[in-house]
């Protein structure tokens, strides 16, 4: 289903070969930025492994397993990575600004997961705001919605 991770950002400058290398290779980058916005503290849980895989299956209708090899390609590409800019520039191109903000919104309830932000989570996100090309007040509002709902 997913390409190798040799490949993964080899190709990436490459014309897409399908809509389907497209979407994989956004599903990718979206799982790396949560799996970074989960680790930014230094305590990924379980619960927030657990979240995350919920938020990703759900999101992109995926099973199970399909789920975990997507987030095992991923963590894979973020740990490979020297910096988000890769993951928030693939989205940054083929996203809407409201499926930005999606994406931002799920970052923050991977932040909010354990119910407290810390200064590093704090500081990731304004930086993928800003990689994304969102707003300050657009970020602020995601921020407040998602603290509100006790995600």
């Known amino acids: 289903m997913f390409e190798s991770l040799s490949g993964f950002f080899k190709d990436k400058m490459a014309p897409m070969e399908s809509q389907a ?5 956004l599903q990718v980058a979206t799982c790396a930025l949560l799996l970074e916005a989960a680790n930014a503290d230094n305590d990924f849980t379980e ?6 895989a919920g938020m990703v299956g ?5 099973d199970a397993d399909q789920t975990s ?10 740990r490979q990575s020297g910096d988000l800019f890769q993951f928030a520039r693939l989205i940054n191109e083929s996203f809407t600004n409201s499926r930005k903000l ?9 932040v909010y997961n354990d119910g407290v932000l810390e200064a590093r989570e704090d500081a990731l ?3 993928m705001g800003t990689l994304l090309g969102i707003r300050h007040e657009e970020l602020m509002a995601l921020k407040l919605k998602v603290k509100r709902s006790g995600s």
């Open 125 to 127: 996100m304004h930086k």
């Open 69 to 78: 090899e997507l987030l095992h390609v991923a963590d894979e590409e973020r």
């Open 47 to 52: 619960e927030e492994e657990k979240a995350i």
């Open 58 to 62: 759900a999101r992109f209708g995926l």
């Open 102 to 110: 999606a994406v931002l919104e799920l970052l923050w309830q991977v």
């Open 21 to 25: 290398d497209d979407l994989n290779h």
